[in-house]
């Protein structure tokens, strides 16, 4: 068989339609959700099964786009039907007459979300939230402009899994719709962040059209902060997390430069490296004994020498 006898039907034996969109850049979820190509200020796109067909379709409600796996590839890649199916069969080795293909397909029913689901409930502002978040100095626009909450409960897959204890505070940060991130700043390691969404970038929805300079950085917070010394930025979900390709260039377009800002311990400088190697976009970290991010250093030494840093920052690399 060669490529001039794929069709869709021949792709579908082989490969789930959730993997397609998978495979070029679009996580199958069983919410609304983003458009992480555009600026999508609210959740205007989904996942649904067509009545006629049971294929698998995305409709953006803005009318950005609307189709199946394969249409998606199209307007993805910029290529006919045809070349659709010929980038899809090779880019799951379909065509390799060396190996014998079992994948089995996925069952035809939406995927669901790789994360559990959260529901929260809001209360109100204590002074012991006043002065966690005041170490660093938020002004109260930027609390409210990122959508940061206290918290009274939090359950987990409908169980109730926390209740407010004043030496225990947990806040939320909300991105639209259902898509939540709760942080317990006082819980171990490993166990201090819990979301809803790992395709969200923490801040994106802040960012101007284009720019000189983004920052990608590895926390809520430093995003925060760095937003109110005029700097965009965005974060991934954890900070092993990569961006995906397709967005790194569709920040490409937007920004003139793009630099990287992590921890300087193994997971940060890891992180760092690959998307150096993947993208070429500079690292950026602070070396101890110097604090560990941006947020720790504006703590530790106050806005006086957070400023000289920037502007050494900016000297050296700008």
């Given at each position: 068989m060669d490529f001039t006898d794929v069709t869709r039907e021949f792709i579908l034996e082989h490969v789930s339609e959730e993997e397609i969109f998978e495979y070029f850049g679009l996580s199958v979820v069983t919410y609304k959700f983003r458009n992480p190509y555009r600026i999508d200020r609210n959740p205007t796109c989904q996942f649904y099964r067509a009545v006629n067909s049971d294929r698998l379709r995305m409709r953006d409600w803005t009318g950005w786009f609307h189709g199946d796996c394969f249409d998606w590839v199209m307007e993805r890649r910029e290529v006919n039907f045809n070349d659709a199916l010929n980038m899809i069969a090779n880019a799951f080795s379909l065509l390799d007459n060396s190996i014998t293909i079992h994948r089995i397909p996925t069952p035809n029913i939406l995927i669901e979300a790789?994360?559990?689901?959260?529901k929260v409930k809001r209360r109100g502002w204590k002074q012991l939230d006043r002065d966690f978040w005041g170490r660093w100095d938020f002004q109260r626009e930027t609390i409210k402009l990122f959508e940061v909450r206290p918290l009274?409960?939090?359950?987990?897959?409908?169980?109730?899994?926390?209740?407010?204890?004043?030496?225990?505070?947990?806040?939320?940060?909300?991105f639209g719709g259902l898509d939540y991130k709760v942080?317990?700043?006082?819980?171990?390691?490993?166990?201090?962040?819990?979301?809803?969404?790992?395709?969200i970038l923490q801040g994106y929805e802040h960012l101007p059209v284009t720019g000189?300079?983004?920052?990608?950085?590895?926390?809520?917070?430093?995003?925060?902060?760095?937003?109110?010394?005029?700097?965009?930025?965005?974060?991934?979900?954890s900070e092993s997390q990569i961006i995906k390709p397709e967005m790194f260039m569709h920040l490409k377009v937007r920004f003139d430069r793009i630099f990287s800002f992590y921890d300087h311990d193994y997971i940060g400088v890891r992180s760092m490296q690959k998307m150096k190697k993947l993208y070429g976009i500079k690292p950026l970290y602070l070396k101890p004994p110097m604090p560990k991010d941006f947020?720790?250093?504006?703590?530790?030494?106050?806005?006086?020498?957070?400023?000289?840093?920037?502007?050494?920052?900016?000297?050296?690399?700008?």
């Open positions: 790789k994360t559990a689901e959260i009274s409960h939090v359950w987990l897959n409908d169980q109730q899994i926390y209740v407010h204890q004043d030496d225990n505070p947990a806040y939320v940060y909300w942080y317990f700043p006082y819980a171990e390691k490993g166990r201090r962040f819990l979301h809803s969404n790992p395709n000189k300079v983004l920052v990608i950085t590895k926390s809520y917070k430093d995003v925060m902060k760095l937003y109110e010394y005029g700097i965009p930025a965005i974060a991934p979900m947020t720790d250093f504006y703590e530790s030494y106050g806005d006086d020498e957070t400023k000289l840093l920037i502007q050494t920052i900016k000297d050296n690399y700008l």
